[in-house]
């Protein structure tokens, strides 16, 4: 079935099962209400015909580690929403599970994306597709997202300067000092 027959099937069997209400009688919920059962029903019909995923759960790792050779990992701090904080020296794991609307996982294709368009964090996806690695470049905010056709779930990414790496001095011009005054 293609994706276009499994939305119109979708969208037909939302619509059944949802257009008996009679806007008239006192006890219907308000129209708003039921568009909104018909269109959350249409998408888990389609997404159930077509054998893709209800939803997408995406999970940051517990733990950030510093960029470059493997060394100990620090704890990922969540801010509000699930904000992720990182230094520019550090970089994270998000993981997504795809699952169907009784929650078991779904093998699907996902694609990974950043909206800073390379300039906060770069990403860089598993050869499988479920997870990816997304590391910091300057500070600032971007969104990371995963998708999975018309499915998508996302989350901030803070990067913060990072501590002090290094020390330079840097010499001024010498100048002669005042000679002293003579002692008496």
Known sequence: MSPDEARLLGLQLAVDLYGGWDPDDFLAPPESTILAAVTDA????????????????LFVAPFTFAEGPPGPGVPTIRGDNMAVTMTDDQMVTYVCEPEDDKGFAVGDTLTWSESSGGAVVTAAPSADGMSCVFSAV?????????????????????VTAGGVASLVLTPGTPVAEAAAPPVS
């Open 138 to 158: 300057a500070p600032g905010d971007s969104t990371v997202s995963v998708t999975d056709g018309t499915l998508s779930a996302s989350d901030t990414v803070t």
């Open 42 to 57: 249409a998408c888990h019909f389609a997404h159930v015909l077509t054998g893709r995923p209800h939803r997408l759960r």
